[in-house]
């Protein structure tokens, strides 16, 4: 099992996209540590706790302390993965660093060129400021983080400009898809997406982007992580602040798809909230015979953005134009060992 665990929906920044800015009908709410507990004694062989919000460092390190402290007494194997912009790191360092060097605990971080990611309303998270923080990091904890980029309409132009700063870097990237949720009133159609996952491939560039790899091999049986796992809610839960429980952490920013955490507390079995449910089980009844329904219907979210958005159509037409690509490269790839970096075990 992974936990994802939004311990607050306030943040630090000011992103003009933001998915997680209606979570909580009390923006000072913060998640109840019991429940992380209940769920641990319910699930002890839970994996990785997934720590982000908000931004997870709007609360206070003993708050991870006392999870970790938790986890050593039941002795479990579990551990932490923290996506934050780091901004309270760059500020107090010498606060969040014992924590960050915590063996439980690795860090991934954020970053997109153009004007989205926002400080202030007035303040663009540049590039230089990106790196300052980010060799204030390697400085301090011994390691430089990967870094995940939302892209949307307003910066799909600069998308690559990403994996190319990853390459400087020498880290991985993520080029994630923005989703309707919160603040992000339409989502990034999926086609547009591959074809930049396309282009990276033919560009030599893919070493350094993690959902490009998970493209290469979409079709080798290998195991997908999100957003290209439709059992997703199997083995993956979402705790809000206020203590709502969800099986999709992206659903859960809308409030929908919910499971009755006490009920799953004290039952015996794993609920699965999204199985059997048509309206997000596929885009269209013609998904069904093509050979890019896998890629198309891996995301219940996706299906039901793209759905609800009505751009089924524009999507299907631009998948259709590299569909052939993707499955020439996935024959080509399928006996490269891709090499796994930490991002497929942090992040989601």
């Keep these: 099992m992974e936990l994802i665990i939004k311990p607050t929906e306030r943040c630090n920044f000011k992103c003009t996209f933001c998915s997680s800015t209606n979570i909580t009908d009390e923006k000072s709410k913060m998640l109840d540590l019991d429940s992380i507990f209940t769920f641990l004694n319910r699930f002890p062989k839970t994996n990785t706790i997934i720590v982000n919000g908000g931004d997870p460092l709007m609360v206070p390190p003993s708050y991870y302390w006392k999870i970790i402290e938790f986890l050593d007494e039941k002795e479990m194997a579990t551990t932490l993965s923290f996506t934050t912009n780091l901004w309270a790191f760059k500020n107090n360092s010498n606060l969040w660093t014992p924590l960050f060097k915590n063996p439980r605990v690795a860090v991934a971080t954020s970053f997109n060129y153009g004007n989205t990611r926002r400080v202030t309303k007035d303040l663009v998270y540049t590039e230089d400021l990106f790196w300052m923080v980010s060799n204030l990091f390697l400085e301090r904890v011994g390691y430089r983080p990967d870094f995940i980029s939302v892209i949307n309409d307003d910066n799909e132009h600069t998308a690559i400009d990403n994996v190319h700063l990853a390459k400087k870097m020498g880290v991985e990237c993520k080029l994630n898809y923005a989703l309707a949720s919160g603040d992000q009133t339409r989502p990034f ?63 859960a920013d809308d409030r929908l798809y919910p499971i009755s955490f006490e009920k799953e507390m004290n039952g015996t079995h794993v609920e699965r909230p999204l199985l059997n449910r048509p309206e997000i089980n596929a885009l269209k009844a013609d998904c069904y015979t093509c050979p890019m329904f896998s890629i198309c219907n891996g995301c219940k979210k996706t299906i039901h953005d793209m759905k609800t958005h009505n751009i089924v159509e524009e999507h299907c037409a631009g998948m259709k134009s590299i569909a052939e690509k993707i499955v020439s490269i996935n024959e080509v790839e399928k006996k490269r060992n891709i090499p796994k970096r930490n991002l497929e075990e942090v992040l989601v």
């Design 189 to 251: 159609t999926l086609s547009k997406i591959y074809k930049l996952y396309v282009k990276i491939y033919e560009m030599g560039l893919w070493q350094w982007e993690y959902n490009t790899k998970q493209m290469m091999q979409r079709f080798s049986g290998r195991h997908q992580t999100c957003p290209q796992n439709r059992n997703c809610d199997s083995n993956i839960r979402c705790l809000q602040p206020s203590g709502d429980y969800y099986s999709c952490g992206a659903f």
